[in-house]
């Protein structure tokens, strides 16, 4: 035993339900742990795979800084982000014959290119092409993060950054979160000492509701099919 190289089995991944050969099947090194889609996710998921290349629930957002930015604090600002939420570091796993797995890798690389100074005449038509450009690209749901980030530089001399997220990664309420934080930590405002709530609470709790079912078979079993 103590010779031997350290292996996961399923028992570390109890919220997944993987057998041997399903867990085996998955790419794993790196992992720090492995749990159910919600729902919600799961729907996301499927649509986007079967809409695949026309860009579904791939979210953009364009924001503008000014002259004094520090593109090296903004990417330090982005890499705490993600080192502090798994759901930041997460990605989809939907080819091991079960219900699509949400896979939390120990670290994950941030994405953020940098753009020269864009010149011309036009700034903004050049950049709704960048955007599209961007867009086409997608997000490929089986590498994380679910994100990237471009930086370009104004002809003025401020900034606009542009964060391209999944929607199975972000909702609308979360997004701001997450962007007011990252400000913050920009700024050097101290964030709470207590840790953000995982994910993967949320998803034992939706798994521990099996009475939600019968309550809704209960409900739908009572009413009559319209005359």
Do not use: N
């Not at 031997?4 to 090194?29: E, G, I, N, W």
């Not at 950049?127 to 990237?148: I, K, S, T, Y």
């Amino acid at each position: 035993c103590q010779g031997a190289l350290p292996v996961a089995t399923p028992s570390d991944f109890p919220l997944a339900r993987l057998s041997a050969s399903q867990l085996a099947a998955l790419d794993v090194p790196g992992v720090s742990d492995i749990y159910p889609a919600s729902p919600a996710q799961q729907g996301i998921v499927f649509h986007a795979l079967a809409e695949s290349g026309l860009g579904l629930y791939v979210d953009q957002l364009r924001i503008v800084f000014g002259r004094r930015l520090d593109a090296k604090r903004l990417r330090a600002a982005w890499e705490s982000a993600i080192q502090r939420h798994d759901v930041l570091r997460t990605r989809f796993e939907w080819r091991h014959g079960g219900e699509p797995l949400q896979v939390v890798m120990k670290s994950a690389p941030l994405e953020l290119s940098e753009q020269a100074a864009i010149t011309g005449a036009d700034y903004e038509a050049q950049v709704r092409g960048l955007l599209a450009a961007d867009l086409a690209l997608g997000v490929e749901l089986d590498r994380a993060p679910l994100m990237r980030l471009q930086l370009l530089q104004r002809p003025d001399g401020a900034h606009d950054l542009v964060w391209t997220s999944h929607h199975a990664l972000l909702d609308g309420w979360s997004t701001t979160q997450l962007l007011a934080e990252v400000l913050d930590v920009y700024r050097g405002v101290a964030l709470p000492v207590t840790e953000p709530p995982p994910y993967r609470e949320y998803v034992a709790w939706l798994g521990a509701r099996h009475h939600d079912r019968s309550w809704w078979q209960a409900r739908f079993s009572a009413r009559r099919e319209p005359d």
